[in-house]
């Protein structure tokens, strides 16, 4: 019974997690991972993640890596969190294996219609015939209908060749649960919260003498940054303004871009070796 709920636990976790990294609203999200055991406990992997946003108009889904320049992100910060992530993705695997089940190769999570999903694989990406780069355009096909004719003709060969291959395999167990649902502050809402402790540096010269009993007071609050909020656990460096919660798909207030990249740009993908 506690094994179960470790897992549990590791569910909210990922989610939270997730859900901080998109700096917008969203309307739905698909991640994959990865872990491939070797010899003497070497485990190599990798993790990406897209989010579609939340727009009447439909919008091109959003890689978790291009996150940092769209939205004036530190990366080195942002990367980090993304390790984190996938450190809670291997860390459910190891509690899976706890309650005696077969040690699953890759995962896909996907959150929509307000329901967490999970997909488990069992594949040998070991010694897989496909690289690290195909099983990214074969998931980009399946899970997020990138159409084939937005492919070369040689990535176009290699997906239907993978098709043909598993059109007879057995189903992927999935696990499926509501979306957490307590109130989740994103990564944008605590760059603003950086922003309002900021304050004017007074000049100092004749002319800043001033009447002491005017003075502005200078908030002594240590600044929040990035980095201060990698530990989701901290929730209490928020201001008393209501944080949005993920059943309002992270309602923040965002800048609005035109999301016209082609479908065939390729994405960076975390590598963990």
């Known amino acids: 019974m506690q094994v179960y709920l470790n897992v549990h636990k590791k569910y ?52 978790v890596y291009e996150v940092p320049s769209k939205f ?12 984190n992530l996938y450190d809670e993705i291997k860390e459910l695997r190891k ?38 780069m195909d099983r990214h355009l074969i998931w980009r096909h399946q899970y997020l209908h990138i159409p084939l004719s937005s492919y ?33 502050s994103n990564i944008t809402e605590f760059r603003k919260i950086e922003e309002t402790y900021e304050t004017p540096k007074q000049p100092v010269g004749v002319d800043a003498h001033i009447d002491p009993k005017n003075k502005s007071k200078t908030k002594k609050n240590k600044p929040v940054g990035v980095d201060a909020h990698i530990d989701l656990k901290n929730k209490n460096e928020t201001k008393k303004n209501k944080p949005v919660g993920v059943e309002d798909y992270i309602d923040l207030e965002t800048r609005n871009k035109d999301e016209s990249e082609p479908q065939t740009v390729k994405s960076q993908i975390l590598t963990i070796q």
């Open 152 to 184: 070369s003709k040689k990535e176009r060969n290699m997906i239907e060749e993978y098709l043909r291959q598993n059109q007879h395999t057995d189903k992927p167990m999935i696990y499926s649960e509501g979306i957490y649902k307590k109130p989740v």
């Open 12 to 63: 909210e976790a990922i989610q939270k997690q997730l859900f901080y990294m998109i700096p917008e609203k969203w309307d739905r999200v698909y991640l994959y991972a990865c872990v491939v055991d070797h010899f003497q406990d070497l485990q190599t992997g990798e993790m990406f993640f897209y989010y579609f946003p939340k727009s009447i108009v439909r919008k091109n889904p959003i890689n």
């Open 95 to 132: 509690e899976c294996i706890k309650m005696g089940e077969k040690p699953w190769s890759n995962v896909t999570i996907f959150v929509e219609n307000l329901k967490f999903n999970v997909e488990y694989h069992y594949d040998d990406l070991r010694y897989s015939q496909y690289t690290s």
């Open 72 to 83: 004036n992100i530190d990366e080195k910060a942002y990367l980090k969190l993304a390790e």
